[in-house]
């Protein structure tokens, strides 16, 4: 009886302190509020997650993402982009898939159906090049295991589509 009266002491203190230590996280930065949430490192480390990545590794890409994720945050601002905007791309971007598109063709489509103004595109092309060199920088850090691990591709030599032409 003695036990039952314990573990149900122990299971309404737990029930009283979760909420409580969740908003601890909160006003400390660390859950999905406004300064804690690095939406850079946590695609990273997802993307990253079966390279096993050394404690050193995981470290400089954390320090890493820091420092771009101000860069990135500070374009992606100069967008201005509205929440329908966003969620027209988010819609296009699934379209685009589903359509094969992909590079170029894939940014103008999406760009496109959320009718971006001329300043909003070139923030947002900017935007996607900084998120794109933090991806190159990442990779720089990886063995050629851990990028195969990861699937991590070579990045497209430029002039490929053009040497194969002129050999036909």
């Known amino acids: 009886m003695k036990s039952v009266q314990t573990t149900l002491i122990l299971t309404l203190a737990l029930l009283v302190a979760m909420p409580l230590m969740a908003d601890d996280e909160k006003k400390k930065g660390k859950g999905k ?70 590079g170029k063709e894939a940014r103008e489509a ?26 190159q920088a990442v990779n720089a850090l990886l063995t050629a295991e851990q990028k195969e691990k990861a699937g991590v591709r070579a990045p497209k030599k430029k002039g490929a589509k053009k040497k194969k032409k002129e050999d036909a």
């Open 110 to 135: 999406i760009m496109a159906a959320a009718g971006l103004s001329d300043e909003q595109k070139e923030a947002q092309t900017a935007a996607n090049k900084a998120r794109f060199e933090f991806g």
């Open 33 to 102: 509020g406004k300064g804690g949430n690095n939406q850079l490192l946590a695609t990273t480390m997802k993307r990253l997650a079966k390279a096993e990545l050394t404690d050193e590794q995981k470290e400089k890409i954390t320090g890493m993402a820091k420092e771009w994720q101000a860069k990135v945050a500070e374009l992606s601002k100069k967008a201005a982009l509205t929440k329908e905007q966003r969620t027209k791309m988010a819609e296009a971007r699934k379209q685009a898939a589903a359509d094969g598109k992909k």
